[in-house]
Each structure stands twice: as C-alpha cells, then as structure tokens.
C-alpha cells in the first residue's frame, strides 16, 4: 500500500457519460498530480494541484477537469466520454513547498476507465 | 520534448546484475535524475535519483557519469519480479510548475529464469 489511495479502481461506462474519479494524497502530501496511461500514449501528465490551487497543467482536454479540496483529496472529472478516453488515470501526491526539491511521487494503484 | 533516451528492451538472468543506461546529454546543472519503474499496469513506484554522486539505496543503485550525459541504474540481483518498465527523468528543483514529472517510453526490462 504506498498511502496514496484512488477509488474506484474498475470503471465501466457508456459514451457521452460522465465519471469522477477520486484520489486521497498520502498523509502530509500537498501536492496532487494526475496522469492518464493508454495503450499507444505511455503516461501522460494532465494536470496538478498544490494546497487547493492548481499549479500546472499538462495535455488536460477541455473535457476533463480537476479540484483539489481544503482536506487535500482530488477529483478528476471526465465528461462527454469517448472510447479515445479508455485508459489507467494514476494520481501520485508529493510533500513539496515552493523551492524544496521533491524527493519524488507516490503513485496510487489507478483507476482502469473503460467506455463503451 | 524527451530529455532522455533509453533502449526500449532488455534482458537479464535471475541473480546477475541488471544495468540499465540511459543518456541525457542535454541535462542541465541543476537538474537530478530520477529513476521510476512501472510492473504490468500498477502505478510507478520511485527507486532512486540524484545529482551528480553515485547514490545506493535498498532497491538499487545510481551511478551517474562524471560529465552527468549519463547514467546507470544497477539493480544487484534481478529477480522475476524486477521485470518491468524502467523510466529514467531529468528534472529541475522544485519551482511549482516545474515539478511534474515527465515519463518517456522507458526501458522494458525482463529477467528470464
């Protein structure tokens, strides 16, 4: 268990749908970071969130978008699926502040969506 | 923009040391190396990284070349469950939106019985 926990962990949904998908930081993370993993597409970074705020934003489709709330969870809300959107979404969280270098990212166990 | 190259596959026997290369000549001073691997669909896990000093924990050890254009991760006695794809990142300090970290191909390593 690396502490970093995302639920659901199977998703299976229709196209034109929406889902969210839930990530708890490991205890002590400010920083939450989401990536999403296809078959042809390797990991890829979609977005970022530090103490509430986002931070960085990566190959995130206007479709997609992301929150971090005050107790630091993080909700990845994927809407007007398409089967293109079938994929692993990973959240990894990191203790970081501004000018201290990370000493790396806890990965979760993921989130298999699949459209249908 | 890949700032790392690794060969895509490799192999190993159970027991003998696997080492794994990978080139990042444009790296810059401040920027560490980070070593990540990923078994079969479960989320990457860090091994290791560093700056310029070799570094060893209990999972591996890192030796980055002097010029800092390469480096090698050296895992001691693969075992079957070291299989797996192995990512090797550059990366700057800590600056908020320079944090992420940006995966490549990797480097699949398989370590045969």
């Known amino acids: 268990d690396s502490g970093v926990t995302q639920t659901p962990k199977h998703l299976i949904t229709a196209t034109g749908q929406r889902v969210t998908l839930r990530c708890s930081p490991r205890?002590?993370?400010?920083?939450v970071y989401w990536y999403q993993q296809s078959l042809d597409q390797g990991l890829q970074f979609l977005i970022q969130y530090y103490n509430g705020e986002e931070r960085a934003k990566g190959n995130i489709l206007e479709r997609f978008s992301a929150q971090q709330f005050p107790d630091l969870h993080s909700e990845l809300n994927l809407s007007s699926l398409e089967l293109g959107d079938s994929a692993l979404y990973f959240c990894?969280?990191?203790?970081?502040?501004?000018?201290?270098?990370?000493?790396?990212?806890?990965f979760g166990s993921g989130t298999r969506l699949t459209v249908v | 923009d890949a700032k790392t190259t690794q060969p895509p596959s490799m192999d190993c026997a159970e027991g003998r040391a696997a080492n794994l290369p990978c080139n990042h000549s444009t790296i810059s001073g401040n920027e560490y190396v980070y070593w990540y691997r990923q078994i079969h669909s479960q989320g990457p896990q860090y091994i290791i990284h560093?700056?310029?000093n070799n570094e060893t924990n209990e999972m591996a050890s890192l030796i980055i070349t002097e010029d800092r254009k390469s480096s090698t991760l050296i895992l001691p006695h693969a075992t079957l469950r070291d299989t797996a794809v192995y990512y090797c990142i550059v990366r700057g300090t800590y600056t908020g939106a320079n944090s992420k970290l940006t995966f490549g191909k990797g480097i699949t390593l398989s370590v045969r019985p």
């Open positions: 560093g700056l310029k």
């Open positions: 205890s002590g993370d400010l920083s």
């Open positions: 990894a969280s990191s203790v970081t502040g501004s000018g201290t270098l990370s000493i790396g990212y806890t």
